[in-house]
């Protein structure tokens, strides 16, 4: 089993930056797939961005490139989640997730989840 737990959400202006992390316990020697989804109200869940167990390969969706960058410390079991011109439209409870895979995490069939925070982008 993992926990995930998520910190960093709250209320920002447009244009502004938040970042939010995720710390993982449990089966951490695992090297789970990390990632991050929001989901809106009445919106299905989505994914935002994933990341894998050496870092190296970062995967956005393409409506927060060149705006989110998601990075992990395996050695502190953290994975964070850097939002930076973040727009209206972000409004969202963000979730931490693992899986093996990126495909599978994706597929959101099996995942962990943490318990979500709430990001609320507002003039």
């Known amino acids: 089993q993992v926990q995930l737990v998520e910190s960093g959400g709250g209320l920002v202006q447009p244009g502004g930056s938040l970042r939010l992390s995720c710390e993982v316990s449990?089966?951490?020697?695992?090297?789970?797939?990390m990632g991050w989804f929001r989901q809106a109200p009445d919106q299905e869940r989505e994914f935002v961005a994933g990341i894998n167990w050496r870092g190296d390969r970062p995967y956005y969706t393409d409506s927060v490139k060149g705006r989110f960058t998601i990075s992990r410390l395996n050695a502190k079991n953290t994975m964070s989640l850097q939002m930076n011109n973040l727009k209206p439209e972000d409004t969202s409870i963000y979730y931490c997730?693992?899986?093996?895979?990126?495909?599978?995490?994706?597929?959101?069939?099996?995942?962990?989840w943490g318990q979500g925070t709430q990001v609320t982008v507002s003039a």
């Open positions: 449990g089966r951490t020697g695992s090297r789970y797939y």
């Open positions: 997730s693992a899986h093996l895979d990126l495909v599978s995490i994706i597929a959101q069939s099996g995942n962990y």
